[in-house]
């Protein structure tokens, strides 16, 4: 009689057999094949009128690079990164045309989010020899590229990484619009009271970067100074156009004392907050919305206008609301003179709030209070991994003219022709 049982590979008795995630890394696998495919082929296709003198085309698809594993979320990756040539003959390197992947870049061992994963486990206090042991739930029992020695080489480098982005040269940059905040982590440092002192801008090219962050007092403009300071002694000369954040921050007195020029925005997110703590909860919905016809008013004029009704309105029963809201009128109505496309990100604190609600969610469930030193080399880590997905400004190419001092009002270019229409 003949046995039609199915005879099952043999696994060692702590593995576990999962079809799903099985199926789901094979699906990956194909998904990624495709989307390197798809890269090269249209990599490929930019350079389609690019010819030899012969007549064939310059650049062509050249076969694939060796398979390599790739450390994901859902396990290693058996993946093979597609080659592109360039066929034109020159003695000279330079000039040929290279493909980059963005996709699988050329060295990649670990995924992105495997990398933000990584220094949190390490912070945390996990031993470089258990790392194996706490990720092979997510990427199985073979880790090549996390032994504990390539995990003591890589613990090593985010702190040289650290140490050298705190004594980068900045002489080169120049940040248009900054936004700066005290962020407080939910995993409790050293000293209630401090926080993460933070300030990102934006560069003529639209992107955002990291400038500088230290541990300390959020009111404290002293705190606020030595970051400043710092900043300025590797050689950050020139003055940004506008800076956006809360008002309660000591960051303003030493920001007028650092660059003096520098237009003030208050952070329209925490005015809202702190208007909305002097009236009742119940009136909150009506208060928000007449406090949105403001921010949102399509001319500096109008969320005047706007802000008149909001005082009449409230001023007899809720005062102390008024006076929270229009002792910072100025500071508040400051985006109106930039460009319209760049309102969105001048009128909030947010692209700070966006990054540290990564930072937050990593850092939730640490136990105990952080180092100071710890705390910083975990924010570093976390954000440098964060900063490869930030989108850049929209409308970036009025970066120039704000550079270059071209006016604006009400959003809108001033030209000869703009001011004999106002006129």
Known sequence: MKNDTQILPFHQSETIVDPLTELAREGARRMLAEALKAEA??????????????????????????????????????????????????????????????????????????????????????????????????????????????????TAGWQAQYDTWTRRDLSARHYVYIWADGVYLQARMEENAECMLVIIGATPEGKKELIGFQVGLRESAQSWHELLTDIKSRGLSVAPEIAVGDGAMGFWNALDRAFPGTKHQRCWVHKVKNVLNCFPKQMAPAVKSDLDNIQHAGTRKEAEAALAVFSEKYEVKYPKGVACLIKDQDAMLAFFDFPAEHWGHLRTSNPIESVFATVRHRTVRTKGALSQKTAKLMVFTLIQAASKKWLRLKGRNQLPKVIDGIKFNDGVEVTGDTENHAA
């Open 41 to 154: 082929d249209a990599f490929v296709a930019s350079f389609a009128d690019e010819q030899l003198e012969d007549g064939r085309q310059r650049i062509v698809r050249h076969g694939f690079g060796p398979e390599r594993q790739i450390q994901t979320g859902i396990g290693s990756l058996d993946v093979q990164r597609p080659k592109v040539r360039d066929r034109l003959a020159t003695p000279d390197p330079s000039k040929k045309i290279r493909f980059t992947s963005n996709i699988l870049p050329k060295w990649a061992r670990r995924s992105v989010s495997l990398d933000a994963l990584l220094p949190v486990l390490y912070l945390k206090g996990i031993s470089t020899g258990d790392f194996q042991e706490a990720l092979s739930a997510i990427m199985g029992t073979d880790a090549p590229n996390l032994s504990p020695s390539v995990i003591s080489r890589l």
